[in-house]
C-alpha cells in the first residue's frame, strides 16, 4: 500500500471488524492514510463511520484487525484529537474555561497552556466570546468550541465525526475554513460526514461505507469517473418529433430524457435530426450519483 501510493502513511488499518451482538458495525475494512491528508468516510446512517472513528480514536476495541499509526507520540491519546459528533462541552464553564481544561488534561501548563489556549480560540473565531459560558453559544459557536478543545494540545492527527452537523451556514463555512486552515499547517485529518459537498470540498480522497464495509475509495474525481452513471439529458422541445424519429432515452410528448456517457454528441445529433429545443439541461455526474449508486436510495436511519 505504502508503495503504491507513493506517500508517507501515517495510518494502516487492516481487516478491521468490531460487532454489537449480531450487528457488524464494522466488516473487515482496510485503508491507508497519509500525513497531511484530509480522508473523508462518507456514508448513510448507519454505515459504521462513527464506530471507525471510534476506533481509531482508541474509544473501542476492535474484534479483529489491527490499526497502526505511525510516529505516535507516548500515549497515543496526545497524538490525535477527536471532535465527536455530540458535543463534549461543560455548558457551565466559559469557552475559555473548556479550553483550559481539556489542556491540562493533556498535560500542558503555564504559557504553554495559555498560548495553545489563545491559539484555538482565535482559530475557532471565539476570542470575543471567551469568557461567556458555553450554555448561551449559539449551536454555531459551540460546535466550534467543540474542534478547538480537540486541538487544544496541538495534536498531529484529528478525527472529526460530522463536525457541521446543526450548525448555520456561516459557522459552516468558518468551520471548512479553519479545516483548510489545519491542512496547511500539515494536519492529518479524519473526517465523516453524510454531506457530499463537504467531502468534496474538503478530502483529499473518500472512502464510501455502508453496512460496515467500504465500498469504494478514491479520489473524488476518480470515484466519479469509475462510478458515476454518466450525463443525465433533459430537454423540452419545441414540437413532437415526427413519426419515425429515432430518439435514444426517453420521449414523452415533448419531454426528452437520455443518460449517456457522451452528451453533447447526442445533442449534436438530434438537432441534425431536426430537433429544435425549447430548453436544454444536462447534469454530469457528481459524488452524490456515486454515493447514491453504490448505496442505494432507500432511505434508512438504522
Keep these: 500500500m505504502k508503495e503504491e501510493m507513493g506517500l508517507d502513511l501515517l495510518i494502516q488499518v487492516e481487516a478491521l471488524r468490531k460487532s454489537f451482538g449480531s450487528l457488524a458495525a464494522v466488516d473487515g475494512i482496510s485503508f491507508a492514510i497519509a500525513r497531511n491528508e484530509t480522508f473523508g468516510l462518507l456514508g448513510p446512517n448507519g454505515a459504521g463511520k462513527t464506530t471507525t472513528l471510534h476506533l481509531l480514536a482508541g474509544l473501542l ?3 479483529t484487525g489491527s490499526i497502526a499509526l505511525s510516529g505516535a507520540r507516548g500515549d ?18 466559559t469557552g475559555e474555561e473548556n479550553l483550559s481544561f481539556f489542556g491540562r488534561l493533556y498535560g500542558l501548563s503555564g504559557g504553554r497552556l495559555k498560548e495553545r ?15 461567556d459560558r458555553v450554555e448561551i453559544y449559539s449551536g454555531g459557536m ?10 487544544v494540545h496541538d495534536p498531529p492527527l484529528l478525527l472529526l465525526d460530522e463536525p457541521t ?41 473518500v472512502a464510501i461505507m455502508d453496512h460496515g464495509r467500504i465500498l469504494a475509495l ?15 439529458i433533459e430537454a423540452e422541445l419545441e414540437r413532437p418529433p415526427a413519426a419515425g424519429s429515432e430518439f435514444a432515452g426517453v420521449l414523452e410528448g415533448t419531454r426528452w430524457r437520455l443518460h449517456t456517457e457522451r452528451p453533447f454528441e447526442e445533442l449534436a ?12 439541461r444536462v447534469d454530469r455526474p457528481d459524488l452524490e450519483s456515486v454515493f447514491l449508486g453504490l448505496t442505494g436510495r432507500k432511505l434508512r436511519d438504522e
Excluded: W
Excluded at 76 to 93: I, K, N, V
Excluded at 143 to 150: I, P, T, V, W, Y
Excluded at 218 to 232: M, N, Q, Y
Excluded at 269 to 280: K, N, P
Design 165 to 205: 452537523a446543526g450548525v448555520d451556514p456561516q459557522s459552516r463555512n468558518h468551520l471548512f475554513e479553519s479545516l483548510e486552515a489545519l491542512r496547511q499547517q500539515g494536519k492529518t485529518l479524519v473526517y465523516t460526514t453524510h454531506y457530499m459537498e463537504e467531502a468534496q470540498r474538503l478530502c483529499d480522497r
Design 117 to 131: 489556549v489563545g491559539a484555538v480560540l482565535a482559530l475557532a473565531g471565539l476570542e470575543e466570546r471567551k469568557a
Design 218 to 232: 478514491d479520489t473524488v474525481d476518480r470515484l466519479i469517473e469509475k462510478h458515476g452513471a454518466g450525463s443525465a
Design 142 to 151: 459551540q460546535r466550534r468550541l467543540n474542534l478547538a478543545c480537540a486541538l
Design 61 to 63: 476495541k476492535p474484534d
Design 76 to 93: 497515543l491519546r496526545t497524538s490525535l484529537g477527536l471532535a465527536p459528533q455530540s458535543l463534549s462541552l461543560y455548558p457551565d464553564l
Design 269 to 280: 445529433l438530434m438537432t441534425q435530426r431536426g430537433a429544435l429545443f425549447r430548453s436544454v
